[in-house]
Each structure stands twice: as C-alpha cells, then as structure tokens.
C-alpha cells in the first residue's frame, strides 16, 4: 500500500517559507512593495498549483490584498499562507 506523502517535502516547506520570508520584509519599503506583492502574489499560486494543492483562488489571493494596506503589512501574512497552505495539505 503506499504512504500518503504530503504534496510539499520539508526542504521545499523551507525554501517556500524563505521565499515567504523575504517577500514580506520587501513589502515594507513603500513602492517595491506593491510590485513585490503582485510577483510573489503569481509565484505562490504557480507553485502550489504546480504541486497540486488547490487553494481557493480567494484564499490564495488574501495575503496580496492584505499587504496593500499600510499598517496592516507589518503583519507576515506571506509566511503565515505558506505555513496554512502546509497544514492544510499534510
């Protein structure tokens, strides 16, 4: 019988999370931010739907939106989608 492997290995859970990481001390500065988020926005999406993992278009474009507004991008809302995007996978 096979083992129900999780869709994204731990060096990969990783890498998404360093990528995730980066991208949201990016969105700090005020107009690479903007552009950052439209990037990492394609690239989040592209790659959990290459994995197979299947967000709701909604959920997958909520950290995008949210880092839009001003106080509310301090907040690691990247990082905590691809650990979401994780659990909700295992």
């Known amino acids: 019988m096979e083992e129900n492997q999780p869709k994204i290995s731990i060096a990969e859970l990783i890498l998404l999370l360093l990528a995730a990481i ?7 500065i005020p107009f690479l931010g903007t552009a950052v988020n439209f990037f990492a926005t394609g690239l989040f999406w592209l ?3 290459l994995k197979g993992i299947r967000l709701s278009s909604v959920k997958s474009f909520v950290p995008g939106i ?8 301090i907040i690691p ?3 905590a989608m691809v650990i979401v995007a994780y659990i909700m996978e295992e």
């Open 77 to 79: 809302f990247w990082t």
């Open 22 to 28: 980066i991208f949201d001390f990016i969105t700090w």
């Open 66 to 73: 949210l880092e839009f507004i001003p106080l509310l991008n």
């Open 47 to 49: 790659i959990f739907w």
